[in-house]
């Protein structure tokens, strides 16, 4: 007999989700993470602290305003690390709260420590108090999560050279700042600290910044943060960042030097894997600390699964949440439909990207023809009312049948407002639906009729002229 049906290493999204996943079936379920970590990385150092840092300041800064009360308006004029913290504190203790009450309610038993493996069937739970308890289970789901990957040749200080974990309790808002790596987390905290009035440097060893979007938004993006005074150095590699009394000195490879108060390091993430004793359950992680699973999140030893970044792209705190569901179905013997292929990309830089389906580089690269419609949110009403001028909705689609192609938002609400396109194409619709809907007035949402119309136009012109040839 095993204490356990279904045992879960870690409580991040895919964690909680599997976990509650296997108590409504019925099962006897464990979750396994350490007292300070309860809702893993997403709740208490990534995505739920940063989207709130986002939200503190974008409402302090009044930055969200100035088109209509001009540049120099400000909600807070000297805003301090602890004004930015206490709205984070506030909403991470609110979702710890939501986490444990959802585990109670479905009789999760959660237990306090850091697992290991010590054979396939069984972990050994240490809780810090030198009391290792060994805990056994049918199955496992390892949904142990990431950290940040740090270069070794530097030297973290957690107050001047940070990772993105330790960029939210800095002692205080830095004058300058240097963000090495211009992915998802860089992009985001780079913006974010622009706002706050940060000087921010940019350095990216590619030769562009966010090269899985489309580039017409991610110019829209490069554009209003050059207008926050943001600086980027691309095709630029650090070769050393010195400490000093005042400050931080980052040298590139080119020569370049760069002065700033702070240097926050966003190099990717590692998995967890390597701190799991793996090899004691016959299982082995790659060089960034991944497992490798199957369509089913199994992974090479047949009752363990691994979800969630763990085991890779997209790495995506609503997708993981949908890898645990599934995998604790299968684990359980459930039938369950597989994800579905259409998943959204959220990005909160200020502002915010968000899209779903293909870009125009992709479609061109596969040779397939589509037709662009766009809409601004200048044009719209709700945008003068939000002061919104730099916001768009993009659509590309098929001028052969009408599908949707793909949906590409930036600016506010871009976030939200993907879902929208995102069900019609889940749906198989056609922009003949946008085109003949009726939407609220005034809203966002009225973006997609516009670029709907727009779109179609250009389809109506050629396939006249078409006609006429």
Known sequence: MFDYDVLVIGSGPSGQKAAIAAAKLDKRVAIVDRRTMIGGVCINTGTIPSKT???????????????????????????????LAARTQHVIGRQVDVIRNQLSRNRVTLISGVAK?????????????????????????IAAGTRPARPESVEFDERTIVDSDGVINLERV????????????????????????????????????????????????????????????????????????????????SGKRIAADTVMYSAGRQGLADELALDAAGLTGDKRG???????????????????DVIGFPALASTSMEQGRLAATHACGEPA?????????????????SFVGKTEDELTDSRTPFEVGVSRYRELARGQIIGDSYGMLKLIVSPRDHKLLGVHIFGTGA??????????????????YLVDTVFNYPTLAECYKVAALSAMNKISQVDRLHDEY
Do not use: W
């Open 53 to 83: 840092l986002r939200e503190a300041v974008l409402y302090l800064t009044g930055l969200s305003q100035r088109e209509m009360y001009g540049q120099s308006y400000r909600v807070k004029d000297d805003i301090t690390v602890a004004d």
């Open 174 to 253: 830095p004058r300058s700042m240097v963000v090495v790596g211009a992915g998802v987390i860089g992009m985001e905290y780079a913006s974010m600290f622009a706002a706050l009035g940060t000087r921010v440097t940019v350095v990216e060893r590619r030769p562009k910044m966010l090269d899985f979007c489309d580039q017409e938004i991610v110019e829209a993006l490069k554009y209003h943060l050059r207008d926050l005074s943001v600086t980027f150095r691309f095709g630029e590699e650090v070769a050393t960042v010195e400490r000093h009394q005042g400050g931080t000195l980052t040298t590139l490879h």
């Open 117 to 141: 493996f010590v054979d396939p069937h069984a972990v050994m739970v240490d809780d810090g108090n030198g009391r290792p308890t060994k805990v056994s289970a049918e199955k496992i789901i």
């Open 415 to 432: 976030t939200e407002l993907v879902h929208i396109g995102q069900t019609v194409m889940g749906l198989g619709g056609t922009v003949d």
């Open 337 to 353: 439909r597989a994800m579905h292929e259409l998943q959204p990309i959220g990005i909160y830089t200020i502002p915010e990207i």
């Open 290 to 308: 991944r497992i490798e699973v199957d369509k089913n999140f199994r992974t090479a030893v047949e009752h363990i699964y691994a979800v969630g």
